[in-house]
């Protein structure tokens, strides 16, 4: 599988992947990381793993369609098969997600359809809901909407604050997205998932 990550900050789970295929688990690669924050830690990250990065400021586009048709050539130049959009703080437009038709897939802080949106974790604390989680799910237009392919739950707590909370969102993150990968991409091809994922590697 040849993957192609879309991150704007912190870039954890970039470096999940990014472990679990060094670590034999996830069947795949990662020939490009793409990101719009030039000071976003992702690409420090990518630095350190020996991932070719490639800076998209969505400052120097003029829409988001521009932006999106760079994307999308930057991500057809190395070859992407799946779009793994890891923290990525962008809408998306119709033109990106035409280009990888069904080969798209974001991960949310929430347990959708609950809390779509940039602030899933705190309406998710303020809504007084006691089990929270994280989604992965293939990108439709409408934001954090699409098939869902693997969800994890985590309980919220009384003394949970947003920071707490998304610490520990982030753990099962981090745990699910290789196996979601794998899971979406091994349905695509119509073979057994463990075609691109052996749960008990280690190297
Ligand atoms: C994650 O919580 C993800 O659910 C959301 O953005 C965050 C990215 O974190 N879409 P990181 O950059 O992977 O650390």
């Given at each position: ?26 069947h ?127 309980p ?34 119509g ?7 052996s ?5």
């Amino acid at each position: 599988l040849r993957l192609g990550v879309m991150a704007s900050g912190s870039g954890s789970n970039f470096e999940a992947i990014a472990q679990a295929i060094a670590d034999g688990q996830l069947h795949a690669k990662i020939p490009v990381l793409i990101c719009n924050n030039r000071n976003a830690k992702a690409l420090e990250r990518a630095e350190r793993w020996g991932i070719p990065s490639v800076l998209l400021d969505h400052r120097t586009f003029a829409s988001r369609e521009d932006l999106d048709r760079q994307i999308a050539e930057t991500l057809k130049q190395h070859g992407v098969e799946w779009v793994i959009m890891a923290g990525w703080m962008r809408r998306v437009t119709q033109v990106l997600i035409d280009a990888f038709p069904d080969q798209m897939l974001n991960i949310h802080p929430s347990l959708l359809p609950s809390f779509p949106g940039i602030r899933a974790v705190e309406q998710a604390l303020q809504s007084g809901v006691k089990i929270s989680g994280c989604t992965v799910h293939y990108v439709h237009l409408e934001v954090d909407s699409g098939p869902i392919v693997m969800q994890a739950a985590v309980p919220i707590l009384a003394e949970d604050t947003p920071a707490t909370l998304q610490a520990r969102i982030q753990v099962q993150e981090h745990r699910i997205f290789p196996p979601a990968i794998a899971l979406a991409a091994a349905q695509k091809a119509g073979v057994d998932p463990t075609t691109f994922f052996s749960p008990l590697a280690n190297h």
